[in-house]
Structures are given as C-alpha cells and as structure tokens.
C-alpha cells in the first residue's frame, strides 16, 4: 500500500480552526479546494508554533529578498477569515510531524503535516534512525498533509491560527492560569476556589 498524501496546490481555504468549548476544544488543520475537504487533528501548542513559524518563514523571505518577495508584511484584511470549519470535520490523522520550506521559484510556502506514528527503539540513537527512514519512506511513510500556499495566503492563515490558539479561556488576574466557568483554584489564593 503506498503512501497517502493528501495535497493541496493553493487551495480555497486553509485555516486552523476548533470543535468544542473553551478548555475541551480539539484542534485541526483543514483544506479544502474542488468540493474535498481534509482535517487533520492537532495539540494546541502545535498550532501555535506552526503560525509562529509560517510569520518567521515570511519574514526571512522578505529580508533575503530585500522586500521583493510576494509576501506582506501584515495579513491583508480581505483575506480574514472567521467562519468555522467545514462540516462534518473528519479526522483523517492525528499530526505528529510538521515541516515547512518556501519554495522560491514558484514563491509559495510549503507546509506538511505527518501522521503520528508510534515507533520502538532500544535506543535515542535508533529511535532517531528509525524516525528518519520512516518520514522519508515514500512508499510506505505515514499519511501526509501537504499544503503549498501563496506568501498572502500563508499570513492569513498564520494571523487565524494565532487568534484560534488565544481565543480559548480567559487567564486568571492573578495567576495567569486558564479560569474555567466554574472558575478554578488559584494558588495565588493559597487554594481557595476563585469565581470566574
């Protein structure tokens, strides 16, 4: 059985995006183009550091291109996009591996999300080896998102995924801690239970 990747050449939507209630949300990455539609389920610091990674990426481009690069500065806002995910959203895998590069040539950003994939090792060493020979196997290497977006495309998808991550529960005053509807117990209140 060979490999499947799931590939998406500028597509019509890439976001990140939620199902679920602030604290009990699940994250995804989706594309979509030509009515097919593919998530991917994701951790929320995963999020967060590939939006981080995208505007860094962009940035290196503009600098080495001496500001020649398609790439803006901000995210344009006609490309703000806050509509949900598209419905029903079906898990294809869970990532575990991301990779990103910009290709100069065609001046698009390559983003590639891998499947988690459980491996066993005697060793650091030999688990490295075996991870590495398996992300590069194309024939038989773990399910694959991959993503190949204009440099305007690849911002408002970072600025998205950055307002996704930060729109989840709001910090304690006190300890900075996620206060839950319930509210939670503050250690800054030597334990006792403070309202939201």
Known sequence: MSRQVFFYDAPDRFVAGTVGLPGRRSFYLQAT???RTTSVALEKTQVAALAERIDELLDEVVRRSGGNAPVP???PAELADSAPLESPV???F???TMALAWDGE???MIV????LVELEADSDEDLADAEERLLQDDEN?????RVRLTGTMARAFAKR???VVNAGRPPCPLCSLPLDPEGHVCPRQNGYRRDA
């Open 106 to 108: 065609d001046e698009r």
């Open 94 to 96: 869970r990532v575990g």
């Open 112 to 115: 590639e999300a891998q499947a």
């Open 33 to 35: 183009a030509s009515g």
């Open 141 to 145: 290497g773990p399910p694959m998102l």
């Open 73 to 75: 500065a901000v995210s």
């Open 90 to 92: 079906e898990e294809e």
């Open 161 to 163: 995924a950055l307002e």
